[in-house]
């Protein structure tokens, strides 16, 4: 729980509904926000990590730290080129006949893990509007393992042999199978479908014709397979209706600020354009505010984002204007790209920002995510 403001720190600062932090204690009684403050990563210069060194030097010295990762990675002695795993005493596989390579979750600990750069002096804090929509998904495609995929899926999935005998007999199968249609030694159907797949690798039109007039069609192996998470996203749309000219300045500020978040700094020479430096991240906070003051946080544990668009319309209930020719309402719509995917563990980062404290899963399924 939270007694401050969530402003606090900030020099630049514009909210609507006016208040609308204050929970219960506003004009409207609304008391959940949404909070969004810029936050500035500095990139690194090339003078930065290069000193006085000569390029060239650095450039061979990058190269040869980089073959010398590729062979302790597999197991190999960095003096050698020689395909034979390194088991010195003081080598990466000492004591074992094979080399050991092994994959961990990446647990990332701390709430303060993502936020890596400066926030700055400017904060806007709106209501949170209705219908905000949580969107996580992954991508699962249909590939096509072919023949030869599948029965190396089906002999690794029995646990026959090494990767790479496994490889060998696909490939010695493979050819066996030519050898046999050559000799004769197979089954009529299973002949049409060497001499199919054997065809079509000459020409694509004669594989073709063969598959016509064989009535026989390899099967692709289609399955499912998993391949990424994608990034989630984010969308706002806010309707902004001031009641008085001082209040229409203030919406106008705060579509001018995500605009201007929005966009990078353009780099040039000579009045030329050449470069554009990377825009601020947006750090995003949903709270609600109790009849106690205290801040409580809602929704999600947002990641750092992009702000990828903002749309406004103008006037959707009247065409009117104050007299300092400001609009009567403006529709904000924001779009929202986080920094990166998230993993299991991003899950419990999350339930203890949110303190959710009930039992997600029995302990040993959970043991190797804290």
Request: hydrophobic content about 35%; proline content about 5%; cysteine-free.
């Amino acid at each position: 729980m939270q007694k401050r403001r969530i402003t606090e720190g900030a020099d630049y600062w514009y909210e609507f509904p006016p208040n609308v932090t204050l929970g219960m204690l506003n004009d409207t009684n609304y008391r959940a926000s949404l909070h969004f403050r810029p936050m500035k990563v500095n990139g690194a210069t090339v003078s930065s990590f290069l000193g006085d060194t000569d390029l060239t030097e650095i450039l061979s010295n990058v190269g040869d730290k980089i073959t010398d990762y590729a062979k302790d990675f597999v197991g190999l002695k960095k003096d050698t080129d020689e395909l034979t795993p390194d088991l010195s005493p003081d080598g990466p596989n000492a004591g074992s006949t094979s080399p050991v390579r092994g994959l961990e979750p990446i647990i990332r600990n701390g709430k303060n893990t993502d936020f890596f750069g400066d926030l700055e002096g400017r904060h806007v804090s709106l209501y949170l509007p209705m219908n905000v929509q949580q969107m996580e998904n992954v991508s699962v495609g249909p590939e096509n393992l072919g023949p030869v995929g599948g029965a190396v899926s089906a002999a690794i999935a029995g646990g026959s042999g090494s990767l790479a005998s496994i490889a060998s007999s696909a490939v010695a199968g493979g050819l066996s199978g030519i050898g046999d249609m050559m000799t004769g030694n197979v089954s009529g159907e299973f002949g049409s479908l060497l001499a199919n797949r054997l065809v079509s690798k000459l020409n694509t039109s004669a594989g073709l014709g063969v598959t016509n007039a064989t009535r026989i069609q390899v099967s692709p192996n289609t399955r499912s397979i998993f391949k990424q998470v994608n990034i989630r996203e984010w969308s706002f749309t806010f309707q902004m209706i001031p009641t008085s000219e001082e209040e229409s300045i203030v919406i106008e500020n705060i579509i001018d600020f995500f605009r201007m978040e929005q966009l990078p700094v353009e780099l040039g020479a000579g009045g030329v354009s050449m470069a554009y430096r990377f825009p601020n991240l947006m750090t995003i906070e949903a709270n609600y505010t109790s009849e106690d003051g205290d801040i409580i946080p809602i929704i999600t544990r947002f990641l750092p984002a992009y702000l990828q668009a903002v749309d406004v319309t103008y006037n959707t209930t009247a065409m009117s204007f104050y007299e300092n020719g400001k609009y009567h309402d403006a529709t904000m719509s924001l779009k929202f790209i986080e920094y990166r995917p998230l993993n299991k563990h991003d899950i419990l980062l999350e339930r203890e920002y949110l303190n959710k404290t009930s039992a997600l899963a029995p302990d040993d399924i959970m043991k190797d995510l804290e």
